[in-house]
Nanobody, 125 residues
Framework: QVQLVESGGGLVQAGGSLRLSCAAS????????MGWFRQAPGKEREFVAAISGGGVVTAYADSVKGRFTISRDNTKNTMYLQMNSLKPEDTAVYHCAAAQQSPSVPRTISEYAYWGQGTQVTVSS
């Protein structure tokens, strides 16, 4: 069982930056691939980024590639999402999620077994 808690959301102007954190419980944290998803009002939840258990392999949605960076610190059971050059279309509730390790970092909702409650990110124009 893994419990996830996100933090770091807020209101920022377009072009600004935010760093989200996802703190996880459990002693086997490094055995999980981790991901970030987001859901805007009236839209489906979508993949943002993912990182392997050891932190070596990462994957990004095309819409955030080059602007967002995912990382993790397994000594602190924490994952991060550094978001730069934010756009109004990045406005959403951001959720972190955990999945059993797989050969490739998972990108689909169904592959993730554990989810956090989410943190709101609002980007004003």
């Amino acid at each position: 069982q893994v419990q996830l808690v996100e933090s770091g959301g807020g209101l920022v102007q377009a072009g600004g930056s935010l760093r989200l954190s996802c703190a996880a419980s459990g002693r086997t944290y490094r055995r999980y691939d981790m991901g970030w998803f987001r859901q805007a009002p009236g839209k489906e939840r979508e993949f943002v980024a993912a990182i392997s258990g050891g932190g070596v392999v990462t994957a990004y949605a095309d819409s955030v590639k080059g602007r967002f960076t995912i990382s993790r610190d397994n000594t602190k059971n924490t994952m991060y999402l550094q978001m730069n050059s934010l756009k109004p279309e990045d406005t959403a509730v951001y959720h972190c999620a955990a999945a059993q390790q797989s050969p490739s970092v998972p990108r689909t909702i169904s592959e993730y077994a554990y989810w956090g409650q989410g943190t709101q990110v609002t980007v004003s124009s």
